[in-house]
């Protein structure tokens, strides 16, 4: 079956991916090929260069869609390259097959890059889910960066198409770029004085001219942050990049910059804007500001309430303190009674008798609690057992019967001993069966549910049997 290529599609692309491993052909038994070029020029690009270009990388992936379906084209291109064709799966393109009618314009075409492939379960990035003509997509807050660009398959870009010949995408978000000043800046949060959503999951709508734009906020972040990998300093004097949905920041702005034990913080209360495509330069934003010591805002621990037992293995409880750079997030444990549960300054707790206590974590002027209740270990009696089944006894004789209780852990009431006929035999609390009179009665022991039996024979014959005469104590 021979498929036609599509070409000609023009894309306007923004988004950055990072340099990587060269990427492959992926095997299709059918395929399409899409020739992908940036808007009004040949020069198709998703990788920023130091000159502002853009791009793309081997392994980029946009996605297709029309009607339910969402059908992922790979780049083919073996390195970086100005432009690239892609190829994919032309699961949902069977009306473009030779000799079949070509769609008409009622048809609407939809796509996406970054693009989710089906195959890749650990693919970072955001998945849409077409409703009509609405798209659902997802921008993270916590973005990683890279020297002179963004995090790979961050910045979104979305097309909308009746010709399937032309796919044109344009992007929904823009951002702040920065470069700092200081050589200590481990981590950058950016913030919005009233709250403004910057990321999360939004739905979008591309109109006519296919300018997407952000509908309705589902989730958002209020705030977006930035580090690198390994939790390694920014380099002073590069540009890096922190994307975010396009809003008005009508009270202006926080940046805060986070060592590895304090903050430099900026507010700006003039008001700005986000802008769709758009990337607001800031110049060394740390520059001159004081540094300061963070104090802990915040504790809380894992686990609020917990039941154990004296047998039962330490339980870590685990504090997390807040913020982040609190310059002293140093915890310390103790327990409202030591006699019942103890804690370690590592979090580990155990149960020594029953009862109630109050595990506490401090840090700085916040503290946080855990209710912890130790029961007694209830062990089941499985089985008891006489040392005999079956004695005969001279009337006025006496017999220590002794009794077994396995497990020998088990938990208990006590033991309890009694007579079928006290008229015949009788039996004390200890076990001590005392002959009366001719016959024969059955003595009994019962513990935890379980229970004995011994047939005492009583006879009045003087040459009897003169068992019986053991009175060793009963263990």
């Known amino acids: 079956m021979k498929i036609k290529p599509i070409t000609g599609l023009g894309l306007l692309l923004l988004s950055c991916t990072q340099a990587g491993e060269t990427g492959t052909v992926r095997d299709v038994a059918e395929h399409a090929v ?24 081997p392994d980029d992936v946009i996605g297709v869609f029309f009607g339910a379906y969402n059908v992922p084209f790979y780049n083919i291109e073996e390195k970086t390259t100005a432009t690239a064709d892609f190829i994919g799966n032309p699961t949902l393109l069977t009306a473009y097959q030779e000799g079949a009618a070509e769609p008409s314009g009622a048809h609407t075409y939809y ?48 097309a909308k198409s009746a010709d399937y010949h032309q796919l044109r995408f344009f992007n929904l ?3 702040v770029r920065f470069r700092l000043e200081g050589s200590d800046i481990v981590k950058v949060l950016f913030e919005g004085n009233d709250g403004e959503a910057l990321a999360g999951l939004v739905t979008a709508r ?32 590069t540009w890096y990049y922190m994307v975010m949905l ?12 986070l060592t590895e ?51 039962d293995d330490e339980v870590k409880l685990t504090a997390t303190v807040k913020p982040d750079n609190a310059y002293d997030k140093t915890v310390v444990w103790s327990s409202s009674d030591p006699t019942v549960v103890v804690v370690s300054q590592d979090g580990y707790i155990a149960g020594l008798k029953p009862g109630t206590a109050v595990i506490t974590a401090t840090a700085g002027k916040h503290q946080a609690t855990c209710q912890v209740t130790v029961e007694e270990v209830v062990i089941a009696v499985e089985n008891i057992t006489l040392n005999r089944t079956d004695v005969s006894l001279r009337q006025g004789a006496r017999y220590k019967l002794k009794a077994v209780i396995s497990p020998s852990d088990a938990t208990y009431d006590g033991v309890n001993w009694s007579s079928s006929d006290e008229r015949i ?13 001719e016959g024969a009665a059955v003595i009994s022991v019962e513990a935890g549910g379980k229970k004995a039996t011994c047939r005492v024979t009583v006879s009045n014959t003087q040459g009897g049997s003169h068992e019986g005469t053991d009175t060793d104590p009963w263990e």
């Not at 009270?251 to 910059?257: A, E, N, Q, R, W």
């Not at 110049?283 to 894992?302: A, F, G, R, T, W």
Request: hydrophobic share 35%.
């Open 111 to 158: 796509g996406i890059f970054p693009a989710h492939a089906p195959e890749e379960s650990a693919y970072y990035g955001t998945v849409p889910a077409r409703d009509k003509d609405r798209l659902t997509l997802f921008l993270p807050a916590t973005q990683r960066g890279k020297a002179g660009s963004f995090e790979r398959n961050v910045n979104i870009a979305v």
């Open 261 to 311: 034990d304090g903050a430099r913080q900026l507010v700006e209360n003039s008001a700005i804007s986000i802008k769709r495509s758009v990337f607001g330069s800031l110049d060394k934003p740390d520059k001159d500001l004081p540094d300061s010591k963070v104090p802990v805002e915040s504790v809380e621990l894992d686990i609020k309430e917990i039941t154990l037992t004296v047998l």
């Open 246 to 257: 396009p809003t008005d920041l009508k009270k202006g702005y926080t940046m805060i910059f």
């Open 173 to 175: 978000c823009g951002g």
């Open 34 to 57: 899409i020739h992908a070029s940036y808007e009004q020029t040949p020069d198709s690009k998703t990788v920023l260069q130091d000159d502002g270009a853009v791009y793309w990388m």
């Open 425 to 437: 035999a009788t039996v004390d609390q200890t076990g001590l069966v005392y002959a009366k009179a």
């Open 206 to 237: 591309v109109d006519a001219e296919g300018i997407p734009t952000v509908q309705e906020t589902l989730a958002a972040d209020n705030a977006v942050s930035l580090s690198l990998e390994n939790g390694e300093a920014f380099t002073p004097g």
